[in-house]
């Protein structure tokens, strides 16, 4: 059977999670100060938020009509976070898991207490795509 295409709409819209570190020990930044998370909610309004951990940092895209504004869009914001970063000593990464760092110099910022999500340490893209009114949403790393 001949397959039809057809125009479809979407939408999408990206988050991603970094982990705050020392560029040269490559450890967790055990205390990154608030003053880097205020200078990002402020350079990218609604864009940034702080995650679980004190060292992470969530960034997220607007909705987006294409793949290649989404792609302008997450770049943009990568870069603005990590320059955010450096001028306060440290870098970003993107990593399941920092295996070699010690994580009881991290104390969770535990949004919801009640769900026990201890030592979880985690950072990945999440992709949600809604086509012709239905919503997906894809994580494409794992634990």
């Given amino acids: ?5 057809r125009a479809t709409n979407f939408t999408l819209g990206m988050e991603e999670e970094y982990l ?20 990002c909610a ?3 309004p609604q864009q940034v938020t702080h ?13 987006c009509h294409s793949i290649d504004e989404a ?15 450096t001028d306060y000593g440290l ?3 993107a990593a399941t898991r920092l295996v070699y760092s010690r994580f009881d110099s991290q104390p969770l910022r535990l949004i ?8 979880l340490l985690i950072s ?13 949403r894809y994580l494409p790393s794992s634990l």
């Fill in 51 to 63: 995650e679980f951990l004190r060292a992470q940092i969530e960034i997220g895209t607007p909705v």
């Fill in 42 to 44: 402020k350079v990218l």
């Fill in 1 to 5: 059977m001949a397959r039809k295409d």
């Fill in 91 to 93: 870098a970003i990464v």
């Fill in 20 to 39: 705050l570190v020392d560029p040269s020990t490559r450890e967790l930044a055990s205390d990154p100060p608030e003053a880097l998370f205020k200078r």
């Fill in 124 to 136: 990945t893209l999440y992709l949600g795509v809604k086509l012709d009114g239905a919503v997906l």
């Fill in 112 to 119: 919801r207490p009640e769900l026990g999500l201890a030592w």
């Fill in 71 to 85: 792609r302008q869009h997450l770049g943009y914001l990568r870069s603005t976070v990590a320059e955010i970063a």
